[in-house]
């Protein structure tokens, strides 16, 4: 399994290298919302994106990332951040100049001990700011494998292409 998250992110790298105009990385900010907002305070993310235009209004493409959320103070001695690597197809339509609307669908890799990972949403959002630089905002979703739970998070970042 790390052999194959590990070509997929040479492969988004090399997609990067070979078509910049179509590479974004970006960071968001994450607060955990249902179960996850039981037991975990805030996360961290990146994104690794790139995209095809498919037609003037509609970008296809595929994303990876990490994201690691953190335990509340009350939990630390119970258990670890949990820490995911999602592999995923992405779409965003473009509703006007500066707004566009998305989707991610894939698997999320649960890379700490004792997560399993599983199926990965995330309905985005997003504004641009500029040429180079957009607002987002979306939902994230995992429903781990073998377990009655959905990680879920409430994200806003920024993403720049390259």
């Known amino acids: ?3 194959l998250l590990l070509v997929a ?11 910049q105009d179509g590479f974004k990385i970006g960071v968001n900010a994450q607060l955990p919302v249902g179960d996850a907002a039981d037991v975990y305070s805030f996360g961290l993310s990146l994104d690794l994106v790139y995209m095809f235009e498919v037609s003037e209004s509609f970008d296809a493409g595929i994303t990876t990332g990490f994201s690691n959320a953190f335990l509340k103070s009350e939990f ?4 670890d951040p949990a820490q995911f690597i999602p592999i995923a197809a992405a779409a965003r339509f473009k ?10 669908l894939g698997y999320a890799i649960g890379i700490n001990e004792g997560n399993d ?6 309905p985005i959002v997003g504004y641009d700011v500029s040429e180079k ?5 979306s939902y994230s979703g995992i429903s781990v494998k073998d377990a ?7 994200n806003l970042g920024v993403l720049f292409s390259l």
């Open 117 to 122: 990972g599983g199926f990965y949403y995330r």
């Open 95 to 104: 509703a006007s100049e500066e707004f566009s609307i998305g989707a991610d």
């Open 148 to 154: 009655d739970f959905t990680f879920s998070t409430i």
């Open 9 to 19: 992110v040479f492969a988004l790298i090399g997609f990067g290298v070979q078509a």
């Open 1 to 3: 399994m790390k052999k």
């Open 76 to 79: 630390k001695d119970f258990g």
């Open 133 to 137: 630089a957009q607002l987002t905002l």
